[in-house]
């Protein structure tokens, strides 16, 4: 069974920045797409960034130039540096795997992180 488990959310003032990991657990051998999503307060869940593996980082227009998306393929994790955040920015930040190679267990289509708390205030 593959698990994604989220670390480094919190309470962060306007302008500030916080660094979100993800990493993936499991007998895994290959992660084609990693990423992130957020789903504020009444709305729907959207796209943050997504990295192929072996590519470059894609982003909503809104976090372009202040996010930043890495992965560390040999450990199955995906970081997201968050700088210069805004009240806007307030979500729950989700972690995202497509199309996960396990060496036991098949493949997934798709996995879902449980979620890490992303609060911009002063």
């Known amino acids: 069974q593959v698990q994604l488990v989220e670390s480094g959310g919190g309470l962060v003032q306007p302008g500030g920045s916080l660094r979100l990991s993800c990493a993936a657990s499991g007998s895994i051998f290959r992660i084609y797409v990693m990423g992130w999503y957020r789903q504020a307060p009444g709305k729907q869940r959207e796209l943050v960034a997504t990295?192929?593996?072996?590519?470059?980082?894609n982003y909503v227009d809104s976090v372009k130039g202040r996010f930043t998306i890495s992965r560390d393929s040999a450990k199955n994790t995906v970081y997201l540096q968050m700088n210069t955040l805004k009240p806007e920015d307030t979500a729950v930040y989700y972690c995202?795997?497509?199309?996960?190679?396990?060496?036991?267990?098949?493949?997934?289509?798709?996995?879902w992180g449980q979620g890490t708390l992303v609060t911009v205030s002063s």
């Open positions: 995202n795997a497509l199309n996960v190679i396990t060496l036991s267990s098949g493949t997934y289509p798709e996995v």
């Open positions: 990295m192929p593996s072996g590519g470059s980082g």
